[in-house]
């Protein structure tokens, strides 16, 4: 599975933006999906992920409240809307895939990583 990360830019603090990933050659739907972020300096870190099949969704509690994420099954796309961004949430942001039958938080779960998107919030 090959994923394509996109969206991000360059905002002020209080902005939004919505990034995506769409795999090529595979149905979404069967893979739980996760993102990502590493800042720099940092270790990448769980944003958000939403599990295959019942597309149950989970949220560090940095950004629970102000990111959603949401898989578009007839587009085969995953977004994450980041809404009242911070300049904490500059990062370049990754999404991942695997197909195991449980596990979104960490790193080490998913097989498949895309090239990330770098998302900068000023003050």
Same mark, same amino acid.
């Given at each position: 599975v $090959? =994923? $394509?990360? *996109?969206?991000g830019?360059?905002? #002020?603090?209080?902005?939004? =933006?919505? =990034?995506?990933c769409?795999?090529?050659?595979r149905t979404?739907?069967?893979?739980?999906?996760?993102w990502?972020? #590493?800042?720099?300096?940092?270790e990448?870190?769980?944003v958000?992920?939403?599990?295959?099949?019942?597309?149950?969704v989970?949220y560090?509690?940095?950004? /629970?409240? @102000?990111?959603?994420?949401? @898989?578009?099954?007839?587009k085969?796309?995953?977004?994450? #809307?980041?809404?009242? =961004? /911070?300049?904490?949430? !500059?990062?370049?942001?990754?999404?991942?895939?695997?197909? @195991?039958? *449980?596990?979104?938080?960490?790193? *080490?779960?998913?097989?498949?990583?895309? #090239?990330? !998107? $770098?998302? !900068?919030?000023s003050?």
């Amino acid at each position: 599975v $090959q =994923l $394509q990360a *996109s969206g991000g830019g360059l905002v #002020q603090a209080g902005d939004s =933006l919505r =990034l995506s990933c769409a795999p090529s050659g595979r149905t979404f739907s069967d893979y739980t999906i996760g993102w990502f972020r #590493q800042a720099p300096g940092k270790e990448r870190e769980f944003v958000a992920g939403i599990m295959r099949s019942a597309g149950s969704v989970y949220y560090a509690d940095s950004v /629970k409240g @102000r990111f959603t994420i949401s @898989r578009d099954n007839g587009k085969n796309t995953v977004y994450l #809307q980041m809404n009242r =961004l /911070k300049p904490e949430d !500059t990062a370049v942001y990754y999404c991942a895939a695997h197909a @195991r039958s *449980s596990g979104v938080f960490f790193t *080490s779960r998913y097989d498949y990583w895309g #090239q990330g !998107t $770098q998302v !900068t919030v000023s003050s």
